[in-house]
């Protein structure tokens, strides 16, 4: 049996997130800050993750920066 990550639950984290944008993993951290990408998951205090299929969409959505309205769903 394999171990199972959390891209196989469909979890993303912030270094996997920087590839796939082609970005610097330091950038989406600023990019969380400015409220640019969609709402993480947060697991605990300190994992956070987001879902690849919000990203996906956003992506497809031309990235528009999300707002203070969007809120983090659970």
């Known amino acids: 049996m394999r171990d199972?990550?959390?891209d196989d639950f469909g979890l993303i984290d912030a270094r996997k997130l920087a590839e796939l944008l082609?970005?610097?993993l330091r950038n989406v951290?600023?990019?969380r800050s400015a409220m640019r990408l969609p709402s993480p998951v947060t697991l605990g205090k300190?994992?956070?993750?987001w879902r690849l299929s919000?990203?996906?969409q956003w992506i497809a959505d031309g990235c528009p920066s999300v707002?203070?309205?969007q809120k983090a769903r659970s």
Request: hydrophobic letters at 25%.
């Open 4 to 6: 199972r990550s959390a």
């Open 22 to 24: 082609g970005t610097s």
């Open 29 to 31: 951290w600023r990019m």
């Open 46 to 49: 300190k994992l956070t993750r």
């Open 54 to 56: 919000d990203i996906k």
């Open 67 to 69: 707002g203070p309205s």
